[in-house]
């Protein structure tokens, strides 16, 4: 998913994917509203199945943030007569970075 806003702060990057974690104090209570629940509920899940959430903030060629990119790694299911290991609980939630935006 990504956007063309304010991009992640650096401790968005950080702790984003954290329960009820939110970077913005104007959108905590009221209309419109974020509640921090939806990267932590991805994240979550995406650590259950061996995976991981990234969190990007994206920067144009005048070095300024032009957006954001949350996305949802999830590895290959294996086929059939697979070793059949469990993915490690403890195992990496989320990833992040900054990453410049294509000409």
């Known amino acids: 998913m990504a956007d063309d806003g304010k991009g992640f702060s650096p401790a968005a ?3 984003g994917c ?3 974690y939110t970077d ?3 959108r905590r209570g009221g209309a419109g509203a974020h509640y921090g629940i939806g990267l932590a509920m991805a ?3 995406a650590r259950a199945h061996g995976g991981a959430v990234e969190l990007e903030s994206i920067v144009d060629g005048n070095g ?3 957006g954001a990119r ?3 790694l999830l590895p290959l299911a294996e086929r059939a007569g697979g070793d059949g290991a469990e993915p490690d609980p403890a195992g990496p939630v989320s990833r992040t970075r900054e990453r410049s ?3």
């Open 24 to 26: 913005d104090a104007a």
């Open 13 to 15: 990057l950080e702790h």
């Open 101 to 103: 935006a294509k000409p």
């Open 43 to 45: 994240a979550e899940t």
């Open 18 to 20: 954290e329960r009820f």
């Open 70 to 72: 949350a996305s949802l």
């Open 64 to 66: 300024r943030v032009a």
